[in-house]
């Protein structure tokens, strides 16, 4: 179970810090927790527009053309700052802020130089001797009186200090959801916690039921999510309920030293998280097609485009797989799933071009193009022909490296 839960925490922490996503809050207010280079594209967007409009009033655009550059643009800010924006928001946002120019940048021996400096030093040595000095003393006074207290007792605590962040938060305007976030991942340890204190009683279960329903755990943790990411209006915490969801539909991130382990639970599970992602996927793309904004929508659309497309195609490369079903192959199966492959990847590159969801146009043009490569391993090489095969694969990959940095608006993580 442990270990589940862990596989939860992990695919928050994986998705939150994919570089091509940034999230914030839907009020957002200033720009000083993006990166300057992230900054420095927002104002390059407010002045694209900005042009736009001025060649509108010249007559060199039309108004469909205008309508077309100018949503492009909002699209692009929307990936950045993790909700759309007007662009007299974007005009507001970033009227403090200027394009730097290289040689505006602070060199990195001046940065440096001006770190260490006697004062820093000192304050650095401070917090060291400060750190170990609070640690010893809890290990002569207070740990002692810390294993007085039973393991229920610190399960009560735990789970009082999580809901009363989440619930707490919101008396502190500004930076309530930054109080309720740590409070909703500290649920994940919350719940561990009790499993590890219960374990015979969770052993039970599993004995009685010869398995116990882990998804439940997930569920509840996307239920109390999106309970806090409605009240705060948070888009962050939607996107981590986003997650909790497609946990508990079966999809996990294992993280071991020098790997990454993306997928699925069991063999069981994924044509259900296919299906509830598609139906997320299905349901936000219509709202963006007839322009039709759906309460709360805005709080859960990140995780919804973001997990929802990556969890489906990733099922759909899966399943498309002839080693998926391999002991009980059927080729009728075998190739309406093809045809499944291939008309979603197609619809994704479609629907991301024409109506300017860059995010799915990346994720679904990217496995498309993986879609492409698992076929070149189905075929049928000989032992002998594994050599030519490895100098096709090579090739196919050095041509696709260069389609991909030429045209990186239909590639994932291509900078």
């Not at 799915?360 to 492409?372: K, S, V, W």
Request: some cysteine; aromatic content about 14%.
């Amino acid at each position: 179970m442990m270990r589940r839960l862990i596989s939860l925490f992990l695919a928050i922490i994986f998705w939150l810090f994919t570089p091509s996503v940034s999230l914030a809050q839907n009020n957002i207010n200033n720009l000083d927790n993006l990166p300057p280079e992230k900054v420095q594209e927002l104002i390059s967007i407010r002045h694209s527009i900005t042009t736009i409009d001025e060649l509108e009033k010249r007559g060199v655009l039309s108004e469909t053309q205008v309508t077309t550059e100018t949503r492009y643009y909002l699209e692009k800010s929307q990936l950045i700052v993790g909700e759309k924006l007007s662009l007299e928001q974007i005009i507001q946002l970033t009227n403090n802020y200027e394009i730097v120019t290289p040689g505006s940048q602070t060199n990195i021996i001046q940065k440096i130089a001006g770190f260490v400096t006697f004062t820093n030093i000192i304050l650095t040595a401070a917090a060291i001797l400060l750190v170990l000095a609070v640690g010893w003393l809890a290990s002569l006074y207070l740990i002692p009186i810390l294993m007085l207290i039973p393991g229920w007792g610190y399960e009560i605590i735990i789970y009082l200090v999580c809901f009363g962040a989440i619930v707490g938060g919101k008396l502190l305007t500004g930076i309530g959801e930054f109080i309720a976030f740590p409070g909703c991942l500290g649920l994940i340890g919350a719940i561990s916690f009790s499993h590890y204190l219960h374990r015979n009683f969770f052993q039970k279960l599993v004995d009685d039921k010869n398995s116990y329903p882990y998804y439940l755990d997930s569920l509840i943790l996307f239920i109390i999510w999106a309970i806090a990411a409605i009240v705060y209006q948070s888009s962050l915490l939607g996107f981590i309920a986003i997650i909790a969801l497609e946990t508990c539909l079966g999809f996990s991130v294992i993280i071991t030293p020098l790997r990454y382990m993306i997928g699925f639970t069991e063999r069981d599970v994924i044509p259900r998280a296919m299906s509830a992602s598609l139906i997320l996927l299905t349901l936000y793309v219509s709202t963006e097609i007839v322009n039709v904004e759906l309460p709360y929508m805005g709080i859960f659309s990140t995780g919804v485009l973001f997990v929802g497309s990556f969890v489906y195609f990733l099922g759909t490369l899966i399943v498309s797989s002839k080693w998926y079903d391999y002991e009980k192959f059927n080729i009728n199966r075998y190739l309406w799933l093809q045809f499944l492959t291939i008309g979603s990847g197609v619809a994704a590159l479609y629907v991301g071009s024409v109506w300017q969801v860059l995010l799915l146009q990346r994720i679904g043009g990217t496995f498309f193009f993986l879609y492409l490569i698992e076929k070149y391993f189905e075929l049928p090489w000989q032992e002998k022909l594994w050599a030519w095969a490895t100098l096709g694969l090579a090739v196919i990959l050095y041509l696709s490296a260069l389609v991909a940095k030429q045209y990186p608006e239909y590639f994932f993580l291509v900078n």
